[in-house]
């Protein structure tokens, strides 16, 4: 196993919220993670599909962990945007987060969230945001 | 208690996540709602601020209870963006969501996601998005 | 006149853009700016409406000015995002942006974007975005 | 040359904000569009850099006929976000938009904005947006 894989798999397994959810950190090199979430009843909203809150929390966590791969563990989320595509429904959710752009103090990261079906992977959102450093603490 | 307020706790009761997050709709009125999320340990990442994703899912329903007081009970959120903007800690996050402008097909909201402590309400994240309603059948 | 609005001024005329577009800087201060574009027809796209792009300029250019006011000058807008409300017409646009929180690196900002009318202003887009430092020389 | 093509070019001659900023439509199929903005004095900020306003432009169109070669052109831009990536100078702006997902009534489109140096090409921003289909005149 690639030491940073197991690294990024201890900072997720580090996070309660993310142990409530079962992810599992299953790639991680540099510029790119991915982010599996299983599709679980307590996930869902009042229809049976995946609630958009877990879809947001799988792109969320994985742009970070996409931005970390190159800027390193001293970073934060400072923003994204979430396209829904399609209502979720399936075994697990897959997160696939890239690095668009990186400088020294931010990196700018895409990721598309799959849900895989009996009849293959669907997209079903679509996120871009900004992960960003930690501040000096002279800021 | 009103009956739009009852009508919407029902619909966020039915929500096995929110329910699994403990969210509560404390207001809900046309063209506004607030959500509250009690912070508990499962809700942190790990330097024991709230989790991104939590932030996310709040800000996300309350933006989708306020497009649905406007625009009615079938209804999604088709996309939002957040910014964050302090780490979130304390008893318990509070979304409040607002109508910025609403048509016939979508309502275009914008939620301020606050974290109570004992120094009072600090923000914590700022979220626009649209909501919209589902298409009819033909489509 | 205030000061900071005459600096304000002066930096708006040194932006060969802004000045194709005749806009102008009819308030700033701290944590608010306000941008005028006159509606022209220059600025139209194919049905006779202004088109997104001005807008999209109008409410990014606010921003910056938005976030300069607390920030200083040395800075540069990192992202946003734009709605689109209503179709744009009338005499000119009016951007105000405001500070939402800010922080030593970086200030997150709203505008909306109204359209002076005979009949009144009418808000067509809303938007939100974040202004941030320029990088030290040695990032 | 592609009937597709021909039309959409028609379309962008009849922006006179395009005409303007001088835009050329350079490849328009179904899921892609393809504009590019000559970089020339006038579209400059004051540190001689391509105004992030002209980066919204493109990025904002390019956005609309991704949108468009699927959707027909009854469309109008919904919302879309960008991430400002490097100061863009050059000879020319290309932005190059793909549909990520589309349905009956909107598609979802990605961006990316080029400019073209001595050097080669450079990605100088990067959005994604939502093109929805006007509404039925009864709604």
């Not at 580090?14 to 307590?42: K, N, Y």
């Amino acid at each position: 196993m690639d030491d940073i894989l197991q690294l990024g798999q201890q900072a997720l397994a580090a996070q309660p919220f993310s142990r409530l959810l079962h992810a599992q950190l299953t790639a991680f090199r540099r510029g790119q993670a991915e982010l599996m979430v299983p599709i679980t009843p307590d996930l869902l909203q009042q229809h049976g599909f995946v609630h958009g809150g877990v879809l947001s929390y799988a792109a969320d966590n994985a742009l970070t962990f996409a931005g970390g791969s190159v800027l390193g563990p001293a970073i934060v989320t400072s923003e994204y945007k979430i396209n829904y595509l399609k209502p979720a429904h399936g075994e697990r959710l897959i997160a696939r987060a890239t690095v668009v752009a990186a400088g020294a103090r931010q990196a700018v990261c895409r990721c598309d969230v799959w849900t895989v079906t009996d009849a293959g992977e669907v997209l079903c959102a679509t996120a871009q945001g900004t992960i960003v450093t930690l501040a000096e603490p002279s800021n």
